[in-house]
């Protein structure tokens, strides 16, 4: 069975770290890109992180350049975020997800990526207090 499970969320305060996990099953993450999105209740989805495992190709949506860091451990069938400096906007629901191309929907200003495609994880809490 093609599955991700996310993992790591919690609550921590303003400037505080986080790191996500999004562990693949039934299929090696080496083979597809692999995106990090959040959502807050009443908005769209937005992606916001992706990483190409094949070849460690990333980008990210402007609001979090500089603070999160994507990364894979394609050994473990594992992507991570690495979330540093945390804001309280940064509060959502994050999800990984697993496609061919999801890559090109991740800069500012490019279309969302519909979450009828793709492989989803299942959502992950992350509440940042001030």
């Known amino acids: 069975e093609v599955q991700l499970q996310a993992f790591g969320g919690g609550l921590v305060q303003a400037g505080g770290s986080l790191r996500l996990s999004c562990v693949a099953s039934?299929?090696?993450?080496?083979?597809?890109?692999i995106g990090w999105f959040r959502q807050v209740p009443g908005k769209e989805r937005e992606g916001i992180s992706c990483?190409?495992?094949?070849?460690?190709?990333?980008d990210y949506r402007d609001s979090v350049k500089g603070r999160f860091t994507i990364s894979s451990d394609n050994a473990k069938n594992t992507v991570y975020l690495q979330m540093n400096n945390l804001k309280p906007e940064d509060t959502a629901v994050y999800y990984c997800?697993?496609?061919?191309?999801?890559?090109?929907?991740?800069?500012?200003?490019?279309?969302?990526?519909?979450?009828?495609?793709?492989?989803w994880g299942q959502g992950t809490q992350v509440t940042v207090s001030s």
């Open positions: 039934g299929f090696a993450v080496d083979e597809y890109e």
């Open positions: 997800a697993a496609d061919r191309a999801i890559c090109f929907y991740i800069p500012t200003g490019r279309p969302s990526y519909m979450t009828t495609s793709g492989t």
């Open positions: 990483i190409t495992p094949k070849n460690g190709r990333t």
